[in-house]
């Protein structure tokens, strides 16, 4: 199996900080990596595909980038709405594997 | 708008057979690369993936989990389900399906574009 290692697990920010989230894979997945928003009791929401493209409808404040093993999503000019858990996804593997999570509080 | 929603009995006797579906509304997964995969989360635990099956009826699934669980897709394309046997609380997780597109730009990938809320689902006596 792939490895997923995020770092930091939990981050305290401010509205209007930029804060960046760490994803380490056990071997190179090229650029086969996904970032999610996870908010208690809605369904979870794509953010990032490809390790740096947006997906259609997320606001240009997230940014992914990385390639090989390294990744990271970054957020500028945090929202309130912004505080939430994100996760990152290897599909390189046909058997998916999960980062940990980063829980981003205030 | 192709909106997904999991449903089934939030509590399972142990050694049971759990059952989810996954209703898909607004559209269907009926493009040739879409696949309906699930994935769950335990208690205050990561994300554990469980598997998948194509819009061809193909399967994919968690060597962890493999010998107890079954996918399948209505001729619709509108519903897809699961089947995990022989459940113990270990299984006691949310459980979400997704659906796994298939994206050729910038590069070939696939991700989880559409997800359901989830469901709670409870193993116990």
């Known amino acids: 199996d792939i490895q997923m290692t995020q770092s930091p697990s939990s981050l305290s920010a401010s509205v209007g900080d930029s804060v960046t989230i760490t994803c380490r894979a056990s071997q190179s997945i090229t650029n086969h990596l996904n970032w999610y928003q996870w908010k208690p009791g809605k369904a979870p929401n794509l953010l990032i595909y490809a390790a740096s493209t947006l997906q259609a409808g997320v606001p240009s404040r997230f940014s992914g980038s990385g390639s090989g093993t390294v990744f990271t999503l970054t957020i500028n000019d945090l929202q309130p709405e912004d505080f939430a858990t994100y996760y990152c996804h290897q599909s390189y593997s046909t058997l998916y594997t999960f980062g940990q999570g980063t829980k981003l509080e205030i | 708008q192709v909106q997904l929603q999991e449903s089934g009995p939030g509590l399972v006797k142990p050694s049971q057979t759990l059952s989810l579906t996954c209703s898909v509304s607004?559209?269907?997964?009926?493009?040739?690369?879409?696949?309906c995969t699930w994935i769950r989360q335990h208690p205050g635990k990561g994300l554990e993936w469980i598997g998948y099956?194509?819009?061809?009826?193909?399967?994919y699934y968690s060597p962890s989990l493999k010998s107890r669980l079954t996918m399948s897709l209505d001729t619709s394309k509108t519903q897809c389900s699961l089947k995990l046997t022989s459940v113990t609380a270990a299984d006691t997780a949310v459980y979400y399906c997704?659906?796994?597109?298939?994206?050729?730009?910038?590069?070939?990938?696939?991700?989880?574009?559409?997800w359901g809320q989830g469901t709670m689902v409870t193993v116990s006596s």
């Open positions: 997704a659906r796994d597109s298939l994206v050729k730009t910038p590069v070939t990938t696939r991700a989880f574009d559409i």
């Open positions: 607004g559209g269907s997964l009926n493009s040739g690369g879409d696949y």
């Open positions: 099956i194509s819009n061809s009826g193909d399967t």
